[in-house]
């Protein structure tokens, strides 16, 4: 009879898919956790895999082979409880990773601040096209794929790295797990403000993890000057191995040109050492996918995969859900929902679809929903971003109670900060209020760019509908 596994906790973003994982792997896989919904609810349904909507300790009767407990599961939990008391096997994800899947196989680890999910997706995509069959896990839906995660029978296990803690034993974080061979640090900014108490002690997890690639392996870092590049730099010293650098300044090894944006994505040339590499076209926008793709060019080069199958990849690749996903177009405005959960990210998501959708009022709209984005680490940082757009709508603090009046970001003085700077920007409390005030207050040619790292409490859904109807249609829009 096939192993059990037991995942508490299945309906997270990298749970789910190491479910599907385990299923394909030929093990029963069952699990708990409360509030599954779509689009985790249908991936497990499509799988036919079993799982409750409620932990309780029965739901390990009769005891798995082992269980696999989520980072956001504490102790209290009735089936960790379960677990802990009658001495089921346990472990994390990135343990069950380093475990189950990585032995043998070339580790392609995608690791920073920013830009993790596309560049994991875009290297899984390349290594695909070039036939060399990846085993891949990506943090979000990779569309190329339909789904986050693929099984191969070649050599490399391609996984996105991300840094925050492994679980309620082991604080570290996920990525000290993984082994790399090949490592990309896409940036570095302070996050996870729950976690590292500072910038330095945030810059030292990757110090050391750039300390574990072994001498023939290889680093990757964006290395401009400004922006992340002296914290990189710092942290590269760390390397036994080769350094490869790459961005738009000359005193990269990789450079780029500048991109040319046009309405299928962005055109640039890439040069090594001076010399020309090849011409790209990459069928996503933004600068900063520019830089996502230079990245996953150093590396697919380096497994000898050849320029004319990368480029084939790059003008194919259809990028990761919630990425700039365009929700429809209603009246002549356009609806485009992003994942942007971070000044830097809100800056570059908004230069994107500018763009990508130029001469078009850009409406901001962001839910301070992440560990960070709730707190007042970013209180400075966040209107300089959001001020980039045309108008500016704030969500309330998701969760606000849980922290405390010297701890918690204040959306009021976001938006007077954004005024000052002369955008005009609102709080609104919850979907509803935000999706009536845009629904009232949108014109044909605007762009609704609606951001946050969860649901929103259902805006973009709301919005469609509001938009969608005849009665509550936009002024000077039509319905369709």
Same mark, same amino acid.
Not at 157 to 169: K, N, Q, R, S
Not at 415 to 423: I, M, P, T
């Given at each position: 009879?096939?192993?059990? $596994?037991?995942?508490?906790?299945?309906?997270?973003?990298?749970?789910?898919?190491?479910?599907?994982?385990?299923?394909?792997?030929?093990?029963?896989?069952?699990?708990?956790?409360?509030?599954?919904?779509?689009?985790?609810?249908?991936?497990?349904?499509?799988?036919? $895999?079993?799982?409750?909507?409620? *932990?309780?300790?029965?739901?390990?009767? #009769?005891?798995?082979?082992?269980?696999?407990?989520?980072?956001?599961?504490?102790?209290?939990?009735?089936?960790?409880?379960?677990?802990?008391?009658?001495?089921?096997?346990?472990?994390?994800?990135?343990?069950?990773?380093?475990?189950?899947?990585?032995?043998?196989?070339?580790?392609?680890?995608?690791?920073?601040?920013?830009?993790?999910?596309?560049?994991?997706?875009?290297?899984?995509?390349?290594?695909?096209?070039?036939?060399?069959?990846?085993?891949?896990?990506?943090?979000?839906?990779?569309?190329?794929?339909?789904?986050?995660?693929?099984?191969?029978?070649?050599?490399?296990?391609?996984?996105?790295?991300?840094?925050?803690?492994?679980?309620?034993?082991?604080?570290?974080?996920?990525?000290?797990?993984?082994? #790399?061979?090949?490592?990309?640090?896409?940036?570095?900014? *302070?996050?996870?403000?729950?976690?590292?108490?500072?910038?330095?002690?945030?810059?030292?997890?990757?110090?050391?993890?750039?300390?574990?690639?072994?001498?023939?392996?290889?680093?990757?870092?964006?290395?401009?000057?400004?922006?992340?590049?002296?914290?990189?730099?710092?942290?590269?010293?760390?390397?036994?191995? #080769?350094?490869?650098?790459?961005?738009?300044?000359?005193?990269?090894?990789?450079?780029?040109?500048?991109?040319?944006?046009?309405?299928?994505?962005?055109?640039?040339?890439?040069?090594?050492?001076?010399?020309?590499?090849?011409?790209?076209?990459?069928?996503?926008?933004?600068?900063?996918?520019?830089?996502?793709?230079?990245?996953?060019?150093?590396?697919?080069?380096?497994?000898?995969?050849?320029?004319?199958?990368?480029?084939?990849?790059?003008?194919?690749?259809?990028?990761?859900?919630? @990425?700039?996903?365009?929700?429809?177009?209603?009246?002549?405005?356009?609806?485009?929902?992003?994942?942007?959960?971070?000044?830097?990210?809100?800056?570059?998501?908004?230069?994107?679809?500018?763009? @990508?959708?130029?001469?078009?009022?850009?409406?901001?709209?962001?839910?301070?929903?992440?560990?960070?984005?709730?707190?007042?680490?970013?209180?400075?940082?966040?209107?300089?971003?959001?001020?980039?757009?045309?108008?500016?709508?704030?969500?309330?603090?998701?969760?606000?109670?849980?922290?405390?009046?010297?701890?918690?970001?204040?959306?009021?003085?976001?938006?007077?900060?954004?005024?000052?700077?002369?955008?005009?920007?609102?709080?609104?409390?919850?979907?509803?209020? $935000?999706?009536?005030?845009?629904?009232?207050?949108?014109?044909?040619?605007?762009?609704?760019?609606?951001?946050?790292?969860?649901?929103?409490?259902?805006?973009?859904?709301?919005?469609?509908?509001?938009?969608?109807?005849?009665?509550?249609?936009?002024?000077?829009?039509?319905?369709?």
């Amino acid at each position: 009879m096939n192993k059990h $596994i037991h995942i508490i906790g299945i309906a997270g973003s990298a749970m789910s898919p190491l479910a599907g994982m385990l299923q394909e792997s030929g093990y029963r896989v069952t699990g708990s956790d409360t509030g599954v919904y779509p689009p985790a609810s249908t991936f497990l349904d499509k799988l036919g $895999i079993k799982y409750n909507h409620s *932990f309780a300790a029965a739901n390990l009767q #009769p005891p798995p082979d082992l269980v696999i407990v989520a980072n956001i599961i504490a102790r209290g939990n009735p089936e960790l409880e379960e677990t802990l008391e009658k001495k089921i096997p346990y472990r994390s994800l990135p343990e069950t990773l380093e475990e189950f899947f990585l032995p043998g196989k070339h580790s392609i680890v995608v690791s920073g601040t920013h830009g993790k999910t596309t560049t994991t997706a875009m290297l899984a995509w390349i290594f695909h096209v070039a036939g060399k069959q990846p085993t891949f896990l990506v943090g979000g839906v990779a569309e190329n794929f339909g789904k986050s995660y693929g099984l191969g029978d070649g050599c490399e296990m391609i996984l996105e790295g991300d840094e925050y803690e492994t679980a309620f034993w082991d604080r570290g974080p996920k990525f000290f797990h993984y082994h #790399p061979d090949d490592l990309i640090i896409t940036s570095l900014e *302070f996050d996870h403000a729950d976690i590292y108490r500072d910038f330095e002690t945030y810059q030292l997890a990757f110090k050391r993890l750039v300390n574990l690639v072994p001498r023939n392996g290889r680093v990757v870092i964006w290395g401009d000057a400004q922006d992340s590049g002296p914290a990189l730099r710092a942290a590269a010293e760390k390397a036994f191995c #080769p350094v490869h650098t790459y961005g738009f300044s000359q005193e990269n090894e990789w450079t780029a040109s500048e991109p040319a944006a046009s309405e299928d994505g962005m055109h640039f040339e890439l040069f090594r050492s001076g010399k020309l590499f090849g011409k790209f076209h990459l069928a996503a926008s933004g600068k900063h996918n520019v830089l996502n793709a230079l990245a996953a060019i150093i590396v697919a080069q380096g497994r000898g995969i050849s320029v004319e199958m990368i480029q084939e990849a790059l003008k194919t690749f259809k990028s990761v859900k919630r @990425r700039l996903d365009v929700k429809g177009e209603f009246g002549g405005v356009l609806v485009v929902d992003d994942f942007a959960h971070h000044p830097t990210a809100v800056r570059a998501t908004i230069a994107a679809a500018r763009g @990508r959708w130029p001469g078009r009022r850009l409406w901001a709209i962001l839910e301070p929903r992440s560990n960070s984005m709730r707190r007042k680490v970013f209180q400075e940082a966040l209107p300089q971003a959001l001020a980039t757009g045309d108008k500016v709508i704030l969500g309330g603090v998701h969760n606000a109670t849980q922290l405390g009046d010297d701890n918690r970001l204040d959306p009021e003085s976001v938006a007077e900060d954004v005024r000052k700077l002369g955008v005009d920007a609102k709080v609104l409390g919850g979907a509803e209020a $935000i999706s009536e005030h845009l629904a009232s207050n949108g014109k044909s040619g605007d762009l609704f760019l609606i951001m946050s790292n969860g649901s929103f409490d259902g805006l973009c859904q709301k919005l469609v509908e509001k938009l969608s109807s005849p009665v509550e249609t936009a002024p000077g829009a039509s319905a369709r």
